[in-house]
C-alpha cells in the first residue's frame, strides 16, 4: 500500500505472513516525528484554551441559571403570598357585600316602616289641625285657649312647621294637592292662626305675645315664589290682615322694613285672591295716620300706585273693586301732602 506524507511517496511492504513493517525514509521519519512532537506541544495548548472558554462559558450559563431559577423561586413565594392575600380579600370583600347587603334591606325596611309612620302622623296631624281650624272659628274656643295658657306653645311649634314647610317647597307646586296630608296639615295651621287673628282677644294676644309668629309669616310670604301655594300665601295675608286691626298690631307689622316691598311683590302674584288680600293689608296700613307717618314717603311712589291701577282692570270684581278703593286711597294721600307742602 502506497501513501503520500510530506509531499513525499512512503512505500509500504508486507513481510512474512505474520509481521507487518512499513520502510519510511530516515529523514521523513523525523520529520514526521517532529510533527508528532509540534501536535503533542501545541495541541493541548489549543484544546485547553478552548475548553477553558466552554468551561467559562457553562460556569456563567450555571449561574444564570442558579439566579434564574432563585428569582423563579422568590416570584413564585410572591406570587403564592398575593393570591393568599386576595383570597383574604375577596372572602372579606363578599362577606362585607352580604353585609351591605343585609344593611340595605334593613335600611329599606326602616325607611318603610319610617314613611308609614310619617304618613300615619300627617294625617293624624292633618286631622287633629283641620278639627283646631274648625274649633278656632268660635271666640268661646280661642278665649278658653288663651286662659289655658297653652296657646304661645302652639303658635311656635305653628311658626316653626310653616318655615320648615314653606323652605322645603317645590317651585313647580303651583296650588295645593287636596289629596296631600301635609299639604292639608300646613293649611289647618295657617287657617287656626288666620281664625284666632279674627277674634279679639286673640288679636291681641298675637299683636303683643307672637312677634315671633308674625315676622316669620312676613318672611315666608317673601320667600314664596309668585304662583306658588297660593292658598297658603291668602291665609298668611289674612292673619296678618286680622292683627292689623288691631293698632298695636298693625304698628309693629309697619315697623317691619320689608312690609311695603313685600306687598308690592305679591301685586304681581299670578294668583289674583293673593293680589286681593294684598290690597286689603295695604288698605289698612293706609287708614292709619300713625302708621302713614312712620312709612314716610314710601307710600308716595308713583310705581306703587302704578301696580294698583294695573289691578282696576281685573276680571275678578271683588279684586277691581277693591284695587280701585286702594287707588283712591293713594291719591288722596298723595293730594294731601302736596296740600301740605303747599300751604307751609
Excluded at 508486507?14 to 520529520?31: E, I, M, N, P, T
Excluded at 431559577?69 to 363578599?94: G, I, N, P, Y
Excluded at 317647597?169 to 284666632?196: P, R, Y
Aim: aromatic share 4%.
Amino acid at each position: 500500500m502506497a501513501s503520500s506524507l510530506g509531499g513525499k511517496s512512503l512505500v509500504l511492504g508486507l513481510q512474512g505472513a505474520q509481521d507487518s513493517f512499513v520502510r519510511v525514509r530516515k529523514s521523513d521519519l523525523d520529520k514526521l516525528t517532529t510533527e508528532v512532537m509540534q501536535l503533542r506541544e501545541f495541541l493541548p495548548r489549543v484544546l485547553n484554551r478552548d475548553l477553558m472558554e466552554m468551561l467559562h462559558k457553562a460556569r456563567a450559563a450555571h449561574t444564570v441559571k442558579e439566579q434564574f431559577t432563585q428569582e423563579q423561586e422568590q416570584l413564585r413565594q410572591e406570587c403564592l403570598h398575593l393570591q393568599s392575600r386576595l383570597d383574604a380579600v375577596q372572602t372579606e370583600c363578599q362577606k362585607e357585600r352580604e353585609e351591605k347587603l343585609l344593611l340595605r334591606e334593613q335600611l329599606w325596611q326602616s325607611g318603610a316602616e319610617l314613611q308609614q309612620q310619617a304618613d300615619f302622623c300627617s294625617s293624624l296631624g292633618s286631622a287633629s289641625c283641620s278639627l283646631l281650624w274648625s274649633c278656632s272659628s268660635s271666640e268661646q274656643t280661642v278665649t278658653h285657649w288663651l286662659a289655658d295658657g297653652k296657646l304661645q306653645s302652639f303658635l311656635l311649634v305653628a311658626a316653626q312647621t310653616l318655615e320648615s314647610f314653606v323652605r322645603s317647597l317645590d317651585e313647580e307646586v303651583k296650588a295645593e294637592d287636596h289629596n296631600s296630608q301635609e299639604h292639608q296639615f300646613v293649611l289647618a295651621v295657617a287657617g287656626t292662626i288666620t281664625n284666632i287673628a279674627a277674634v279679639p282677644c286673640g288679636r291681641d294676644f298675637l299683636s303683643s305675645s307672637a312677634h315671633v309668629l308674625l315676622d316669620t309669616l312676613m318672611k315666608l310670604l317673601e320667600l314664596m315664589k309668585s304662583g306658588v301655594f297660593p292658598k297658603l300665601k291668602v291665609l298668611m295675608l289674612m292673619a296678618l290682615y286680622n292683627v292689623s286691626i288691631s293698632i298695636k298690631g298693625l304698628k309693629y307689622i309697619s315697623e317691619n322694613p320689608g312690609l311695603l316691598p313685600l306687598i308690592w311683590t305679591l301685586l304681581d302674584d299670578g294668583d289674583w285672591e293673593v293680589c286681593l288680600h294684598s290690597l286689603r293689608l295695604l288698605q289698612s296700613v293706609l287708614l292709619e295716620e300713625e302708621v302713614l307717618l312712620l312709612l314716610g314717603s314710601s307710600l308716595l311712589d308713583p310705581e306703587l300706585q302704578a301696580r294698583v291701577s294695573g289691578l282696576t282692570s281685573s276680571k275678578q270684581s271683588s279684586l277691581r273693586v277693591t284695587a280701585q278703593q286702594t287707588l283712591e286711597d293713594l291719591q288722596a294721600l298723595t293730594q294731601g301732602r302736596r296740600s301740605k307742602q303747599s300751604s307751609l
